[in-house]
Structure formats: C-alpha cells, structure tokens
C-alpha cells in the first residue's frame, strides 16, 4: 500500500452538511502536497479544517500514516476497499470515527473507534462510511502491510478461529475488525518515539520499521482465541439508532449528565438494551463511554489551551482535581501535568 491517500479513486470526502450543494464533495486535488525521500505530507484543504496526513513508506510496502486535524465540520469519508487490502494497525491518540459497513455479515454493520483505543483490522473487498466529528482535534496512528510482508515467518497451521494466522497463511479473503482495548504504556511508548524519531536516512527507516513491527508484535500478543468468537448482534437497526441518540445525548451533558434510567427513558429503550447497545456499538459501558469522551476532552484542552489542570478538571466536569488526575493517570498512564508539559 504505497502511497494510501494521495488522489485515491477510492475513497470520497463529503461534507454534507454544508450548505452549499457544490461544495459538499472534496476533491483530492485541493490538497497540497510536500515529498521528501520516502515521506508524503498531505496538507488538507482550509474548507476542511487544519490538518494533515503523513505518510512513511518503509521496505516491502509497510507504511505508517500519521493523521493529525481539526475539522471545520463533521466529514465522511466513503471508502471502496480492494481485494488486496493490507492488514492494518489503528491508533486513536484522539478523536474518533463512526463506521458504517455494507454487504457483509462478517463485520458490524456499525462500529465505533474511539480515543485511547487500538484496533487491528483487514477488510478486503467491502464498503464503508467513515463519519469523523468536528467536535475534537483527531490524532491517529495507523500502520499498512501488505499481507505478503509476513511471509517468511514461522507462522504455524491453520487454524479454525484465528483470522490473523489465516490470513498470513493464505486466506486473502478473511475478514476481520478486532477492538483490542486501551493502548498500554508499551503502545504509548512505542506511539511516542514514531512521532518523535531523532534519525534521518537509513538508521531512520530501519528505526520506524522496527516500531511499527513492535506495535504488530504488541497487538498480536492481545489476541487469543476468545478475541475471534463470533458476537451476535441481537439488537434491531431502529434501537442501535436509539443508542447512538443516547451517545449525542451524553456529549451534550457530560458536565451534568443524566442517570441511566433518565438517558434510558429519553430515548424510548430500557436500561438492558441501552447497556447492550454501548456494549455492542462502543465495547463500553453508558459510563465508559463519557468517561473515555471527557478524558478525550482533557487531553486537547492540555495540549492546546493554557488552562492549568485544575480549570481543565472543570471544563470536563470533575469538581475535584485530584479525581480528575486519578482518572487522567488511569486512561494514558501520565498524570495530566507530564502530559501538558510534554506536548
């Protein structure tokens, strides 16, 4: 997967809710572009937001891209994936994106990737609507590689309930979107020094190779057998809409949010099936789910404003500083001060 993004056929960028009909399909060539070696910085258009999108191209097609934006409006992004779709490794430092799948029934017809999160995934020969907010500032990791790169290595059998093992084996046709949980220090450590690599030249490509083959390493370690057991997706498509309804709900109060039984009754579901839909939809709970979205808050407020940590413990709805930095430790394992400090 050389090259992912520039001028790619496809995949289309919309913005639909913008008012001007003309204006709501974005073309690739509004971006602006800098080469450099092995590297590719794709600039996004002022219509879109600030932001862009770096591209490494390691040995053998591996490719880290680097996504860093904040959006004017909530963009979509409709994505046509190829037969020879890579294996992919995904990062939220923050942000998040709603994905909307069709014509398969090996993959959730609606998932969610959120902040704080890593997934490893191969969909080939699918259809999907990415949908990203404008709401907070996005920060992606994400690492390509063609499935040929693992050739080579002592895999073992086949076997029955291990895609991954499958796929590298030979099965080009598998299909799978694996939530792997929190990224871990070893993530986060490893994250950190792809964004702040100190070589150039060889040493560089050899050094960002070796990183992103220890995220591989790292991610494969999180799965097991228990990873790969088939969910079944029992609630109907007009309750997960109701769920998402308690989702947009939640953001709008999460300075005073209701109970589950409040949130529950304003969107016509009872609490079994709103905690089933957070389960199914975010692999969270209700409370999960703003707790992970306020630390997501915390962290671009410490990052891009001069708020000291106690206002940004306010501005995310903790009365009490000291629960805040509990809770800050507890998702990126750095207490909020090391972290506004260090970026």
Known sequence: MSNPLIYDTNTVILLPNHPLKSQRIVNWAECTIENNNQENIIHFPPRLGKGYNRQISLRGGLTIEII???????????????????????FYLSGMSTVETFNTSEIKPSYIESTG?????????????????????IRVI????????????????????NPILNLINGDRTSKFHLPLGENNPEILKALSQIYQCP??????????????????????????????????????????????????????????????????????????????????????????????????QAQELLRDS??????????VGYSNPEAFSTAFRRKFAQSPKSYQLTN
């Open 68 to 90: 860093e934006a904040q959006l004017k409006e909530t963009m979509y992004l409709q994505r046509k994936h190829e037969s020879n779709f890579p294996l992919t490794s995904h």
């Open 117 to 137: 999160k890593n997934y490893l995934y191969h969909l080939p020969d699918l259809r999907e609507v990415e949908k990203w907010s404008c709401n907070t500032k």
């Open 142 to 161: 994400s690492i390509y590689a063609p499935v040929d790169y693992f050739q080579g290595f002592c895999i073992g059998e086949k076997t029955n309930y």
């Open 199 to 296: 070589y150039h030249g060889l040493t560089k490509q050899l050094y960002l190779e070796s990183k992103a083959l220890e995220l591989f390493a790292l991610q494969f370690n999180c799965c097991d057998s228990s990873t790969f057991t088939p969910q079944k997706l029992s609630l109907k498509k007009d309750d997960l809409e109701r769920v998402e309804y308690a989702k947009d709900i939640l953001i709008k109060s999460s300075l005073n949010p209701p109970s589950l039984t409040e949130l529950a009754r304003k969107v016509g579901l009872n609490d079994r099936k709103l905690k089933q839909g957070f389960k199914q939809l975010f692999s969270t709970t209700v409370f999960g789910y703003l707790y992970n979205y306020r630390m997501e």
């Open 306 to 315: 001069n708020l000291s940590v106690a206002q940004v413990a306010l501005k």
